[in-house]
């Protein structure tokens, strides 16, 4: 019995062992499938170019060069966003190991602002049918376009010369420079060029900028200047049909047909697409790129720097509640470290610490609306100049929405105050004034009264009997001055 035990114990190890052994090939053979598997990594940019795409964008290109990936293609649909933002990208793609396709997709999408200049810095430029691109030209810090960007209906003396145009060597003083020119049959240079100082750098500096990543590529140079000057769009048929981009793709697959065998320009050199057979594999935003784009959006980071500061606040005013402080200091940090990615403008993130300051002191020692009235327009003003960018912006409704609440709770504190100041004293000695006694010896003049208790030094210029109910008329220090109760109820 005991030798059959053994055998079936040896059986079962033995079995045991076969089994280890097949899961163990088995997992081995499969990660040397993966890992000799060629795959194309496919991402997925919606909506404004902000802190969290570019995390998500850069750490897509590593996770791109650890896996080996033949390809990475971008699809993307964007309004624009920050330049910085953008640049940063950009400079990822230009020192990518693996070439990167920026794809303006699904059909209906666009590449504005910001999305022209990436699809202008990838190795393959590609969209979608009834897709389109453009409006590259940058805007204010604070949203709208550079002032000065139309061209004047009369241009002035010296105009030429202030935007860097060189003024013609005959200048007659019956015509113009515009005039000449047509007369002579030569076009005049009419394209954008700003009227300050300031904004003919940025725009010259972004007209450049676009214009190396083209020559780069070896695209359109002069269509991609237009998009940035004056701000011109085209359809993915124009742009193929211009050389702006390299491929119209009907989708992913579409897309990887066309662009094999073909050479694209890297960081070291040229290097030709081998994008035949690749298996798709997606990166999609996770949680972490969801929560920066969620506290990274202005409203949001605004709204938590309210939230921080108004909880500390409570929390100071009434030590060791602990809930408005744990929130307020977690809603704090979550602010300030958005507002580190963020483009805010610090003039206006004091002015609202100073206006939002100012509403506390109104409420802590009412002023009867000066510092209340001040504090609401500062922070109107600081909220409104918060924001750097036109495409992340605080919500006007918002900052109203804020600043109503914050005019209701001072309306609410002098409301309270002035009905205060209406009420008799309840504390102090101007509260003993009206208060009923009762004499605690017969006296006139000098003596003594007992009043909540306590024995009082009293002075009464009628005659006062023991016993005797008495008012308090005033107070002296550390005497009381009474009259009769019931004589004065009765001579009235």
Known sequence: MSAFRAACSHRLVLLASLLFLAIGGLLAWHTQAQESERVVQVMTVEGAIGPAVGDYFERGLRRAAEREAEIVIVQMDTPGGLDATMRDMIRAMLTSPVPVAIYVSPSGARAASAGTYLLYGSHVAAMAPATHLGSATPVQMGGGGLPGMDPPEEEAPGDDEANGEEASGEEAGNGTEEDEADAEGEPTDTRRRGETAMERKVLEDAVYYIRSLAERHDRNADWAEEAVREAVNLTSREALEQNVIDVVASDIEDLLAQIDGREVVMEHGERTLDTADLAIERFEPDWRTRLLQVITNPNVAYFLMIIGFYGLI????????????????????????????????????????????????????????????????????????????DHLAVSLPLIGGIALLSAALMLWVLTRFIGLRRKPARTGQDQLIGSLGVALEDFQGKGHVRLKGERWNAHSTGALRRGEQVRVTAVEGLTLWVEPANRTSEGT
């Not at 940090?333 to 483009?343: K, N, R």
């Open 314 to 389: 409570f929390e100071l005013s009434s030590p060791g509640s602990l809930v408005p402080g744990t929130i307020g200091v977690i809603s704090l940090l979550l602010a300030l470290f958005a507002f580190q990615l963020l483009p805010i403008d610090y003039t206006g993130l004091a002015l609202i610490l100073v206006g939002l300051g100012l509403i506390v002191g109104e409420a802590l020692m009412p002023s009867f609306g000066i510092l209340g009235i001040g504090g609401i327009v500062a922070f109107v003003i600081g909220s409104v100049m918060l924001m750097d960018d």
